[in-house]
């Protein structure tokens, strides 16, 4: 590939020499370059800086094999990193949705069948040649908003057979697309018709059947429980977690969504990369997360959708808690992978800054799917996985303007998708 010379960058946001996670103030410090150049080589960023560097250390520019591109005035900041999605589905919901505007609970569609579960009858009967086409149409569609690296979990099987499958296509897309992406098992999702009443049966089914067919074909990055009542109780995901780590899967856990149940203390003890949801949290468990290594993933889409509170972002980030943002893309509580509205929602809604908010959801959210030595910031090394926007007159301009798509272009490994 040839080496390309990105000139006349208004802005080139989230520059940064050294790749670190952000906690506290340093959350609101976003490095720019205004009137930049970008050179990329190989799809890696191999150099950067202002227009007037460009002009007077340019003899190892002027090389041959050098295509250049004029980006106009336009702000490039790098992709988003998405690092919660359920995006291995086989149908959509929307009959849910309907069902949850004319008054019933999450928690009562849950209860009669829907919900989750709903998602695992037509999961189970759909082949896995079927459900890799419908997510591989959706992950493309999620890289032309923006989206430059994806996690994605399994969950919606909750029998062997259709967690390797759901497993399976993850990998299959992990070979198909250029963008990094990591695979998380979710069969503590729910308990199965088939164990209502035998969890410990469905517990048992996960540590001895699902992990080891799973390591055997090395399909998971991370493990995953849905910590809540009526789902998966700490003890339950304590035995689950340890006995992912056998394996070597890291949790990421989803904890605190509607009710404190302790999945945030059991979270930290394991050791969990991060901590998801986050939309029910008390001053105990916000100080404990801020004390440790764990980063919460704020999904502010789910509590949109599903009418809850929000995420208290403005008390995590001024206690100190690192803090990533997702998008939880799943056809019952978050039907978008959008990112740009998750970046929006989070500055109209949680108080979040813009600069907050693009922090949480490139370098931090690079943290916690663990892709930071690759992408999330323009650093020298990292993919030219990047998002050229429409002319704006400031960074703020890109969360003001929320549904509007502020998208020019977006470039992967340094090619336009
Ligand atoms: N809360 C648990 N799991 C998903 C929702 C799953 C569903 O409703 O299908 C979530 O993260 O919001
Ligand atoms: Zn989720």
Redo the contacts with the bound molecule.
């Keep these: 590939m040839p080496r390309q010379l990105i000139t006349n960058i208004g802005c080139l946001a989230n520059v940064r020499s050294k790749t670190k996670l952000l906690r506290g103030a340093a959350l609101a410090e976003l490095p720019v370059i205004n009137n930049a150049f970008l050179l990329i080589e190989d799809g890696i960023i191999s150099e950067y800086g202002t227009m007037q560097q460009l002009e007077t250390t340019s003899d190892k520019l002027k090389t041959i094999n050098l295509q250049a591109y004029n980006a106009n005035g336009a702000t490039i900041l790098p992709c988003w990193c998405d690092s ?1 999605t ?1 995006l291995i ?1 086989a149908a959509s ?1 929307e009959e ?1 949705f309907v069902d949850k505007i004319k008054g019933k609970t ?1 928690a009562e569609i ?1 209860a009669k069948g829907g ?2 579960l ?2 695992a009858r037509n999961l189970n009967a759909t082949p896995e040649n079927g459900l890799y086409e419908k997510a591989l149409l959706r992950l493309q569609e999620l890289i032309k908003l923006g989206t430059g690296a994806i996690e994605i979990k399994s ?2 099987g909750l029998t062997v057979e259709a967690e390797l499958k759901m497993l399976r296509v993850i990998k299959r897309l992990k070979e198909s697309v250029s963008i990094p992406v990591k695979a998380t098992f ?1 069969g503590a ?2 308990y199965p018709e088939k164990y209502k009443e035998d969890h410990e049966g469905y517990i048992q089914l996960i540590i001895n059947e699902m992990l080891p067919n799973i390591a055997a074909e090395e399909l998971a990055d991370y493990i995953d429980v ?1 910590c ?1 009542q009526g ?1 998966f109780s700490v003890d339950d995901m304590i035995r689950i977690c340890e006995a992912g780590a056998k394996y070597g899967l890291r949790p990421k856990l ?1 904890v605190n ?2 009710n404190s149940i302790g999945g945030i203390e059991a979270g930290i003890k394991l050791g969990a990369i991060s901590l ?2 986050l939309e029910t949290m008390n001053d105990a468990e916000i100080n404990a997360l801020a004390d440790s290594n764990t980063i919460g993933t704020l ?1 502010p889409t ?1 509590a949109f959708f ?1 009418r809850m509170q929000y995420q208290p972002a403005r008390q995590l980030i001024d206690n100190g808690c690192a803090i990533a943002l997702a998008t ?1 893309f ?5 039907p978008s992978g959008n990112m740009n509205f998750v970046v929006s929602l989070s500055c109209i809604q949680m108080k979040m800054l813009p600069e907050e908010a693009i922090n949480a959801a490139t370098i931090n959210a690079a943290h916690a799917m663990e892709v930071q030595q690759e992408t999330g910031s323009i650093t020298i090394g990292k993919k030219a996985n990047l998002i050229f926007t429409k002319p704006v007159s400031s960074i703020a301009y890109l969360p003001y303007s929320f549904g509007s798509d502020m998208i020019d272009k977006v470039m992967i490994n340094g090619t336009f998708v």
Excluded at 330 to 334: E, K, L, R
């Design positions: 919660h359920h589905f919901r849910e999450y849950a919900g989750i709903n998602s969950g919606y979710l999702h729910a849905f809540e789902f989803h969504q509607l998801d949801h999904l789910a599903l939880d799943n056809p019952g509580s978050s």
